[in-house]
């Protein structure tokens, strides 16, 4: 049912589209004729029979209006609807009347968009943005304000030069059609005043084609972040924060949703109607359920989609509560450091040989603090050793990563190995998260020439550091699709797993889930996506990459392929 009323509702919008695209080149139909004198005739008599009445350059704006609504009509905006509803009703009115015994087609195509759009008025439930509505009716009143300056002036200065009727209702009623209908043989000027006609008409049909801008655009997410608002939000994740996400709604490529009931925020982009958020929402865990109904009512302003990407199951009864699907993506590797870090045991026996051999090739750990001072050398080869990698990998991924950061690193903490010459190898940017109670890798990047062990060590080193400052969690990252549950039958966890097992040269799933399980974590924790409505599409695994691949994925593509010839 939901199909064939989706297929209804696109069908009466393409219509209502045509409709409006014939209005636009009537105008050359009608003067040049293309395919004939009989056939532009008989598109008239048949199509639209009162569009001989009607002046071709009124056809024409009216047309370009209405290409803008049912524009809006597919981003489901609820002033498009009113609009399209009055404009076709008015149209259907007009093919009555003016086909009399004559068959008119839009007379049917109108009938049925009228039909459809109404059963389905529910559906257009994205709000307009209330400044400009309100910005769209002032201006809207300015061509009636104008008719009744027309009237006045025809009815006192221009007396002489006007040739209609001296009554003022009549007259309004004549610059009324005048001014909107374009009926210059209603009201005849003589040369003096042609030229303050055509200014009025332009000046009129000017302000209804801005007000029509102004009353259809949508509510939208705020293009721009002021510093108040990372300001608010800083304070928020430092206060709530739980997932290791959530420090990265502090980048630059997100933009912010805040709670109105309760304290909260959510941090995301648009991919198409898709709204992709970065991690949980950051409130505290009692305002939950009602922060998550404010950002649904938001998304159904909207008419967005909704996808929670890389979540904890800390809310999960409360994504389920309102509806969400839940589907695993991946596990985080954690070792705790409650009880300290140790490289001791068999588990760790290869991590530790690394370390061993590292310390052998002379490498030490450091860790920089920009925040206390800034150094410009060290800062250097951080970003030398960002391009070598970057070279070897392709396109830098956003959304769930962050960047170096070092202008405004906030908590994070970089950790760098170097050689017995003080040339740095390695480094590592930890972000914070849980109240600075865990610390995740963030950015891990080395050198191509770097000895083996130069990271590792700097894990080693780095975590045994946090855990004698009292940190609980030592967070390596996410490992993508990793312990899938087999018992789970579901066509999407299929599909992930097949993309697990056989995929590996597009992305090394396999290749990153045995790194880190070299270090023998204490801890795999569950990470998901939370989607709404609860069916995984292809416009859900699309906006998906797409967030985290802000250049395009044709050009993610790209890198691939070339780094693989290259290699």
Known sequence: MQRVKSVLQNSAMTLMLLISLSNVVGLYIWRIHPFGYHR???????????????????????????????FNLFRYVRSAWIIAMVTQSVLLGLHLVMARPLFSINAAISLFILIVLGATYKDFSRSSERLNMRRGLIIAVVPFAMALFN?????????????????????FNDSIRFLFLMDFNLSNYNDNVRFFAFSLIIVSWACIVIAAFLVLKPLVYNPFVSSLERKKTFDLVQRFGKNPMDYMTMMSDKHYF??????????????????????????????AVIFLSEIRRFAYKNNWKMLFMDITDDYQSVYEGQDF????????????????????????????ANINHAKKNGLIVKEYEP???????????ISEISKEWMKGKGAEMGFMLGG????????????YSENSQG???????????AQN?????????????????SMEIIFAQAFEKMAQEGVKWGNIGLCPLANMDKDDRSITTQLFQFVYENLNGVYGFKGLYQAKKKWAPTDWQPRYIAISPKVFGPNFAYAMVKAQNPRGINKMIMEKLRIHSEN
């Open 40 to 70: 532009t005739m008989n598109y008239y008599r048949f199509v639209a029979p009162f569009g001989l009445n009607t002046h071709f350059i009124l056809a024409f704006v009216l047309g370009f209006i209405g290409l803008l609504v049912s």
């Open 151 to 171: 009237t006045l002036l025809s009815l006192s200065l221009l007396s002489n030069n006007y040739q209609g009727s001296h009554n003022a209702v009549l007259s």
């Open 258 to 287: 805040f709670g109105e009931m309760v304290e909260g925020v959510i941090a995301y982009v648009m991919v198409n109607n898709i709204m992709v958020i970065c991690g949980d929402m950051i409130c505290a865990k009692e305002n």
């Open 325 to 352: 699907g839940l589907i695993k993506i991946g596990e985080d590797a954690c070792i705790d450091l409650s009880s300290g870090f140790s490289l001791a045991g068999k588990a760790r026996a290869k991590t530790r």
């Open 371 to 381: 925040t206390k001072q800034r150094n410009v050398t060290i800062e250097r080869e």
């Open 404 to 415: 170096l950061s070092l202008e405004n690193p906030l908590g994070r903490r970089y950790f």
């Open 423 to 433: 040339k740095m190898q390695a480094f590592i940017i930890f972000v914070p998260y």
């Open 437 to 453: 109670n865990g610390y995740m890798a963030d950015v891990t990047r080395r050198r191509n020439d770097a000895p083996n062990g």
